[in-house]
């Protein structure tokens, strides 16, 4: 997954946030995170849903794994970060959305884009977190 995701870091980088494969046409951010044990900063690129220039959302799907990926603890315990949406760096807060702002957010996420809903099937359960990336 490393060397995937790394394929997917550099293509940004080069592309000023635009990537093909898989991803091509969806929107792409960066999203820096800080290890909550390790306190190494990691890079995760993620599909997001716009907002506006304040606010994004990203989804901790995992593909649909029955467990949260890493970047998502890492969030959780060091919500301070940045990410890199195009060309730009921006410093922002991560929150984790409950109750009906989550479901508001999550079902507008399936509808667009239907691979979140069969991630949701496979996650046997787990309810998959949806995060607010807020500019600070």
């Known amino acids: 997954m490393d060397d995937f995701n790394n394929q997917i870091i550099e293509e940004f980088r080069a592309n000023a946030g635009v ?5 091509e046409g969806a929107p792409m951010v960066l999203v820096h995170h800080t290890g909550a044990k390790s306190g190494t900063e990691r890079v995760a690129p993620l599909m997001y849903q716009p907002e506006s220039d304040e606010r994004m959302y990203i989804f901790a799907s995992k593909a649909g794994a029955p467990t ?6 890492n969030l959780v315990a060091n919500p301070d970060t940045t990410i890199e949406v195009g060309a730009e760096t921006r410093a922002v807060r991560a929150r ?7 479901s508001k957010v999550w079902e ?14 496979t996650a046997e ?5 949806v995060l607010a990336l807020e500019r600070r």
């Open 108 to 121: 507008a996420q399936k509808a667009g884009v239907p691979q979140f809903a069969e991630y949701e099937k």
């Open 125 to 129: 359960g787990r309810e998959i977190p």
């Open 19 to 23: 990537v093909g494969g898989p991803f």
């Open 96 to 102: 984790v959305l409950e109750g009906d702002e989550r």
């Open 68 to 73: 949260n990926p890493d970047w998502f603890h």
